[in-house]
């Protein structure tokens, strides 16, 4: 039997188990970009601890809700021949089973990919298409894409909403929040989202969207409510990162041009300061551990912070490439 035939009987059978049936310590996946893999490794130790080879540049990085399996996309892309439009494939999904240890099988897209979503029942694969303007839909029990929808300019970043019945899109391109009805796949509104929004966490409440906003340098609060923008965080030059902290309100974002990390308590306006260099990137608090995941954009480095001394605890030398959008399993 094919890998191809062999994935898409395995693949119904991976959403019947039930979520969260990892025990122990969260494993952290960690595509690596122009390290041409995923790695996985273990949050209690830090230590890696498989890589999974036979990708070509990925960046975006979802699990399904069990485990089972990785999704990553690719920032490369073919060129189009003469005579195929914007909608011909030209990039490509890669579908990790964690256990088998491998590549099972490609999913094809059009236009590279930046960052990977996945619905509540991990059902659908949400990919963020930047040059194409939209975002695509890949149903994981066909293996294919069966939607594309327009949001804006240079698409960043999907976040599904809590209830499951939704998710937000940033456009850096036109500085806004396009709202996925994800019933019928169509944009039932757009909100504000900062000057250049890109990555994307929402309050515990789930009443406020905060947005990067990388040319200005700040952090947005955008309430879901009225869909506008109703204050603005200064962190630094080079935004990138963004994420919310264990206890719910501290948000963690890194500014590769000033070197730093920055908690900030958007309430209260608190906030602590950890010089990292070279360039802190992307980055992800690792609930449960304590622990903020902060990679490095030019070395290849994952510093390893305290959520609440903001103290640096340890660092991961990765293999090559640079460490991209991570994906926490319980």
Do not use: C
């Not at 194409?132 to 909403?161: C, F, K, W």
């Not at 709202?179 to 169509?186: R, V």
């Amino acid at each position: 039997m094919s890998p191809e035939n062999l994935s898409k009987r395995l693949l119904p059978l991976a959403f019947m188990l039930p979520f969260g049936i990892a025990q122990g310590a969260p494993t952290v996946y960690i595509p690596l970009g122009s390290g041409n893999e995923v790695i996985a490794v273990d949050a209690a130790t830090n230590e890696i601890t498989a890589t999974y080879t036979g990708l070509k540049n990925p960046h975006g990085l979802v699990a399904t809700p069990d485990g089972e399996y990785l999704v990553a996309g690719s920032l490369s892309e073919r060129p189009l021949a003469e005579g195929e439009d914007a909608e011909t494939p030209n990039s490509k999904l890669y579908l990790i089973h964690p256990t088998h240890g491998h590549v099972m099988m490609t999913i094809p897209v059009a236009g590279w990919t930046h960052h990977e979503a996945i619905t509540l029942d991990g059902r659908y694969v949400v990919s963020t298409h930047p040059t194409r303007g939209g975002i695509s839909v890949v149903d994981m029990h066909d293996n294919q894409v069966i939607e594309t929808i327009q949001t804006g300019p240079a698409p960043n970043y999907t976040l599904m909403a809590p209830d499951g019945e939704s998710a937000f899109v940033s456009n850096s391109g036109n500085g806004t929040i396009s709202e996925i009805d994800l019933t019928n796949w169509t944009v039932s509104r757009t909100l504000e989202g900062g000057p250049s929004p890109e990555h994307l966490v929402l309050s515990a409440d789930g009443q406020t969207l905060y947005a990067t906003n990388p040319r200005a340098g700040t952090v947005s609060a955008v309430s879901v409510d009225s869909g506008k923008v109703t204050e603005s965080f200064r962190i630094g030059d080079g935004l990138h990162g963004l994420d919310i902290g264990d206890d719910g309100k501290t948000l963690f974002a890194s500014a590769m041009s000033e070197d730093k990390l920055v908690a900030l308590n958007p309430t209260t306006g608190e906030r602590q300061t950890l010089k990292l260099s070279p360039a802190p990137y992307h980055l992800d608090t690792i609930h449960g551990t304590g622990k903020v995941y902060v990679s490095s954009s030019s070395q290849p480095i994952i510093w390893v912070v305290d959520q609440k001394t903001m103290k640096l605890v340890d660092t991961i030398d990765l293999p090559g490439g640079e460490a991209h959008q991570m994906a926490v399993m319980p």
